[in-house]
């Protein structure tokens, strides 16, 4: 009798672990569905009241992409900027984190004064940055929006990095620096290999924040720097929401975040339970 | 080899006294132990000689040089830590070899050194793996091996054996006196096994919570300790100590114990001498409390609380008032619970109750 309830049991278990791996699944793939189905239907049965599950797919979307947006641009504009804010914001991440948990820089306060710029909304800050930019003639261009996104991710890349490095123990680079290394030696030759995985973590997430970014490109780009981000802004028009273009754009823009995405997604992984495994 | 001094050394961690005051001389190519329980200060003493960690006041001298300004590369020391720290992402040969590569040495020097100190350690066939590959013993080999590669002029080790299961420390103890011999190196080992520090090492230093106590041979440590913890750290099982009131009465002095009176009338001048107070403790090894099973002369009758048979010895442990104290004797001597035996006191120490310094010691 015993026997039998526990087999059920485990079977219900089963069976509602399964239901809510689904329902999640469903939450989170639901609108990538939604927006790729969207971006292949046509103008009318985009609108259609109840929506349409049976149609006739076209690429008419796409092409008006192409020809009426500065996608293109967009997307060249959108890389630039992301490849930029990663050379820039991952080294002084690298080294800032290095800083705090080696030699305990600023005892503790200065780490959590950067991770608080994270906290308050960066909309506050803009209007100061308008200025600031308009000033020095950074207005719709690629190096403003490149430092404020640099700026804005460090303190998550400082803090992912620093918990990272707490875990490697110190007792390496000590016994590098005995047998005759110099402390950036030891640095680069033992640290460096052994938070790789954290880095490339902190790389992809800023490089998916920056990507992801729009406030700031709104703001502060026209057409020259203009941003994938922008770019799908432009879909709201006086006519109203083109929503065939609108979602083929949305499409587009999530493929190369999507590429990089299932590239590293073994080291994101690998680098989230990190501290979990020691 | 060099010699290694540190004079008047001190160093906090915060509210934390990790060394105080400590002046040490080692002398070249000698086997120096440092003893202690956890919190000593062991691996603080080995860190500030070896670079890693700056003392607060005093110098440390390397072959007479001060080297508080010297970097840890340029001390031409090397340290085996507790954890072994072998570089995960690098091969046992790679281990071996990092401080060899550091000093620009030829590829082929390289290879030929990584090779035969792997053979003496007996850890060539594993120069191609991963530590993470090998077993505690294997790791502490290559630990050992990486500070092997080189000629240094200190060897500073840091309980390497602590982390080994019982039955292979006692196989690596000799092994690694050996070795260490071998290596021609001042070497300073870290150690809370006094077994450890007591078989190989020339001196030691018996240090608690940052201080020193004394500073001698293990023989002498043995023979003389000056104070109620080195008598108390050094000796397996370890000393018994009895609480007493020293008397005099009728020109005669004692100890009074609860169980029973012990005359040191011979030694009474010293005691009193001194004394801070009328409170002594009484110290006596284990292996120098004869037990007989009956009646003798000078002999103290005891009650027998329980045996241990540790072959080829029995512990066995006698009640005394409130306290039990431990004594040896041959596997053959058959004793039960409450079997009442006779004691004597073979060498006896005796300890001021109030500062622990030691007062006189006799042998009988």
């Known amino acids: ?278 | 080899m060099a010699s290694v001094s540190l004079k008047e050394v001190s160093k906090k961690f915060g509210d934390i006294t990790a060394v105080e005051n400590l002046t040490l001389d080692i002398k070249d190519c000698e086997f120096f132990s440092l003893l202690g329980p956890s919190g000593a200060g062991k691996t603080t003493i080995l860190r500030m000689i070896a670079g890693v960690e700056k003392p607060d006041k005093g110098d440390i001298y390397i072959d007479s040089v001060p080297v508080k300004n010297i970097p840890p590369k340029e001390r031409e020391i090397t340290m085996v830590f507790q954890s072994y720290a072998l570089f995960p992402h690098k091969s046992v040969y790679e281990n071996m070899a990092y401080p060899l590569r550091k000093r620009k040495m030829s590829e082929a020097e390289i290879k030929r050194t990584v090779e035969e100190t792997a053979e003496i350690l007996h850890i060539k066939p594993l120069l191609s793996r991963l530590p993470k590959q090998l077993s505690g013993g294997e790791r502490q080999r290559v630990g050992l091996g990486r500070t092997m590669v080189r000629q240094p002029k200190v060897c500073l080790l840091d309980e390497p054996l602590t982390n080994l299961d019982a039955k292979l420390r006692v196989e690596m103890r000799g092994e690694f006196k050996k070795i260490c011999r071998n290596l021609k190196t001042t070497i300073v080992y870290a150690t809370p096994d006094q077994l450890e520090a007591v078989t190989m090492a020339d001196r030691i230093a018996v240090l608690d919570r940052g201080k020193l106590h004394q500073c001698d041979t293990p023989d002498v440590l043995y023979d003389h300790p000056k104070n109620l913890f080195v008598a108390s750290f050094i000796g397996s099982p370890p000393m018994n100590f009895i609480n007493c009131t020293f008397i005099e009465e009728d020109k005669k002095a004692y100890l009074d114990a609860a169980e029973f009176r012990y005359e040191v009338t011979d030694l009474a001048e010293k005691i009193k001498t001194h004394m801070t107070s009328s409170e002594v403790i009484l110290g006596v090894r284990p292996e120098h409390t004869k037990i007989v099973k009956s009646m003798e002369e000078g002999y103290i009758q005891l009650e027998v609380f329980v045996s241990e048979r540790v072959r080829p010895e029995i512990i066995v442990d006698l009640k005394t008032g409130e306290k039990i104290i431990k004594a040896l004797a041959p596997a053959e001597f058959d004793v039960s619970m409450g079997d009442k035996v006779w004691v004597k006191f073979e060498k006896i120490f005796l300890f001021d109750k109030r500062t622990g310094e030691e007062i006189a010691e006799k042998v009988l």
């Not at chain 1, 600031?132 to 207005?139: C, D, H, K, P, T």
């Open chain 1, 1 to 278: 009798m015993l026997k039998i309830e526990v087999k059920t049991k485990r079977k219900i278990v089963d069976c509602l672990y399964y239901i809510g791996v689904i329902i999640v699944l469903i939450a989170v793939l639901f609108p990538f569905v939604w927006m790729f189905l969207t971006s292949i239907k046509k103008e009318l049965d985009v609108l259609a009241i109840p929506p349409r599950i049976f149609f006739e797919p076209t690429i008419e979307n796409y092409i008006f992409v192409f020809e009426r947006s500065d996608i293109i641009k967009g997307l060249i504009n959108s890389l630039i900027i992301v490849g930029s804010v990663i050379a820039l914001a991952i080294p002084i991440s690298m080294l800032a984190a290095y800083g705090f948990t080696r030699f305990n820089v600023g005892g503790g306060h200065l780490q959590f004064y950067i991770l608080t710029v994270r906290m308050f909304p960066p909309i506050a800050a803009i209007v100061p940055y308008f200025v600031i930019f308009r000033n020095f003639g950074l207005l719709d261009n690629h190096l403003s929006i490149i430092l404020l996104n640099t700026l804005f991710n460090m303190p998550f890349t400082i803090w992912l990095l620093a918990g990272f490095l707490r875990e490697i123990p110190q007792d390496l680079e000590e016994a590098a620096m005995i047998e005759g290394a110099t402390r950036f030696e030891a640095f680069r030759e033992i640290t460096l290999p052994l938070i790789a995985p954290a880095l490339a973590v902190a790389a992809i997430f800023a490089a998916i924040f920056t990507w992801n970014e729009f406030l700031f490109a709104f703001i502060l780009t026209r057409s020259e720097a203009i941003t994938v981000t922008r770019v799908m802004a432009g879909f709201y028009t006086e006519r109203g929401i083109l929503w065939g273009p609108l979602s083929a754009c949305s499409t587009l823009c999530t493929v190369p975040m999507f590429i990089l995405a299932l590239m590293i997604q073994k080291y994101i992984v690998r680098g989230l339970t990190f501290g979990a495994v020691r």
